[in-house]
């Protein structure tokens, strides 16, 4: 499976818009990008799922380019009860198996 | 809809004992997965379940961890003797279909000392 990259960590204030990069150089083409999202002693919880260009749900937007080699996660006006750790997967569901594989994740503070 | 739970949410043992946590999917969920995070790591997979049989059991670290699922429902992990570096969170979670949104649990915390 593609090994991510994010960054550590980032902040933020109310109201603003958050984007989060990630990096996925070896995407293969089978590949779909996933991102979770978790809050301090709790499971991770499925934010949105991609494949290419752009989806977007109730909560974020994910935008993917042509060469899929990166996705950024989008959060529109976050809130402080946005601040948690927010992870990048990239993984082939065509495969016998759909275990994730989570990397370090992106750690966001949301500041009032 | 209740969703995926665990049982304890925290164990602390001494090395050498045994532990068994517990998880109970969301109800039809056929596909059961464990998870872990040890101190300052990254989330693992351990293995993944699909009704009663382990489809993928790659990511169980040594054969002190047995995990089951009797009747395709709830499943147990069993850490038998435990080493001070078990320590560290277990999560569970279940899907409907093979996909990658999975529903997890809050995790159990466990504390080998």
């Known amino acids: 499976l593609a090994k991510t990259t994010q960054p550590i960590s980032m902040d933020s204030y109310e109201g603003q818009e958050v984007n989060i990069t990630c990096s996925h150089n070896n995407i293969a083409t089978n590949d779909y990008i996933t991102w979770y999202q978790q809050f301090p002693s709790q499971g991770p919880r499925f934010i949105i799922q991609?494949?290419?260009t752009k989806v977007t749900n109730e909560v974020a937007s994910l935008f993917i380019p042509a060469d899929r080699k990166s996705s950024t996660l989008s959060l529109p006006r976050v809130s402080l009860s946005d601040t948690a750790v927010y992870y990048c997967?990239?993984?082939?569901?065509?495969?016998?198996?759909?275990?994730?594989?989570f990397g370090t994740g992106t750690r966001l503070q949301v500041f009032p | 809809e209740a969703g995926v739970t665990q049982f304890p949410s925290h164990s602390v043992i001494e090395k050498g004992q045994t532990v068994t946590l517990r998880c109970d999917p969301i109800s039809g969920h056929d596909n059961l997965y464990w998870y872990r995070r040890v101190m300052g790591k990254e989330i693992k997979f351990l293995l993944h379940?699909?009704?009663?049989?382990?489809?993928?059991e790659s990511g169980m670290p040594n054969n002190r961890f047995l995990a089951e699922r009797t009747g395709g429902t709830y499943s147990t992990l069993k850490v038998q003797p435990a080493e001070l570096e078990d320590s560290g969170v277990y999560f569970c979670a279940s899907s409907q279909d093979r996909d990658y949104e999975q529903y997890f649990g809050p995790g159990t915390r466990l504390t080998v000392t």
């Open positions: 991609g494949y290419k």
């Open positions: 379940f699909v009704k009663e049989s382990k489809q993928d």
């Open positions: 997967l990239v993984g082939d569901l065509s495969y016998n198996t759909d275990k994730l594989i």
